[in-house]
């Protein structure tokens, strides 16, 4: 089972960046997905998520208003993408895609079964 993420890269603040995420439908499909980050010593924090269907979204406080989540549920694949704009510094971490079954606190690392490799995003001023 993998994750493909993709789309990271260097951009000045105040740009945007969108990330893809592919995966497999026949596992994914059903599963909620999310976006975490992690920036050099720090912990793996919560980005954000959206639900089977793609109806229901969530955000951390940092990035609402400033990043959007949504998905393409494709015979084969199953794409998750996240759109960043108004980038800042802050915003520079390894971002994972990962995926969710079932109930549980969606902003919690451990809840989710697959992770992505990562895609590096660096914000320059």
């Known amino acids: 089972v993998q994750l493909q993420a993709s789309g990271g890269g260097l951009v000045q603040a105040g740009g945007s960046l969108r990330l893809s995420c592919a995966a497999s439908?026949?596992?994914?499909?059903?599963?909620?997905m999310g976006w975490f980050r992690q920036a050099p010593g720090k912990e793996r924090e919560f980005v954000a998520a959206?639900?089977?269907?793609?109806?229901?979204?969530?955000?951390a406080d940092s990035v609402k208003g400033r990043f959007t989540i949504s998905r393409d549920n494709a015979k084969n694949t199953v794409t998750v993408y996240l759109q960043m704009n108004s980038l800042k510094l802050e915003d520079t971490a390894v971002y994972y895609c990962?995926?969710?079954?079932?109930?549980?606190?969606?902003?919690?690392?451990?809840?989710?079964?697959?992770w992505g490799q990562g895609t590096q995003v660096t914000v320059s001023s």
């Open positions: 959206v639900n089977w269907s793609g109806y229901a979204t969530y955000y």
């Open positions: 439908a026949r596992t994914f499909s059903s599963y909620l």
């Open positions: 990962s995926g969710k079954a079932g109930t549980g606190d969606y902003t919690i690392p451990s809840q989710y079964l697959y």
